[in-house]
DNA sequence: AAAATATATGAACGATTGTTCATATGTTCA
DNA sequence: TGAACATATGAACAATCGTTCATATATTTT
């Protein structure tokens, strides 16, 4: 067990405890008013989730340099159609991209600015080694 | 079947492919000299895969505070001192932060300023909404 | 209208993941 | 040295995920 969790209390007028870590109560009510709200990080964690797969990132760096469409992707990532069309619509779902249609063919494109920032700042940082 | 792949044949003596997409051999072609390498995009990938968490994203926002050791994370996250530890060794491997001992505790932080950086980012994209 | 083309989607299956439980390791204090 | 405290870790199990295969939908062409 773990008595550290129970510094919050303010026993102050036990001195066995409150001596120990009198300042972790502080810190920890203080991060958590200054946190973004569970809903916040939730959805925040649920954005980077589809950043986090091989497949889509190859799909969002490819569409960095322009949209695309669904067969040239296909063919740049040598993967199937089926693949790379499943990858789009979770990739759709969260926004992280946007199509439009041109005839019998689809246009894919990042979504927003933020994308292609977190994207790069993610690359910067595995690069700088 | 999808022909599309096709074009960057160059099959410029067949009018009927040629004449389709002539430019998407190209967009293919430079698009492949622009990206990033494949090793580089698997482990941003790797990277992004350890911010998909709500657990993670909780510790790396508490963290974005500043230090704060094992006990108050478990405290602050509400939840076991075994799910927390396991987590922030997860964290820790992908190198998202770093960890000092004080006595029996041990003190952990963002590893990078762009560890930071990433996570604010995907919390304003979440927020404009 | 029928055939061809481009893309989307449901089902299924193996692979990966996050938690819990039990226990081990490391540090301090008496 | 032994007890208490703080953290780490291995095994296991349910849940989630990414691909493949088969098929459906949407658009254009003949």
Known sequence: MNDCSYVHTF?????????????????????????PSDEILEKTAEVFKVFGDKTRIRILAALSEGEMCVCC????????????????SVLKAARLIKSRREGKQMYYSLDDAHIGAILCTGISHVEED
């Open 73 to 88: 992707l296909c063919d740049l990532l040598e993967m199937s159609q089926s693949a790379v069309s499943h990858q789009l």
């Open 11 to 35: 026993t102050y007028g036990d001195d066995s405890l409150a001596e120990i870590h009198p300042e972790h109560a502080h810190i920890i009510e203080q991060t958590k008013a200054n946190m």
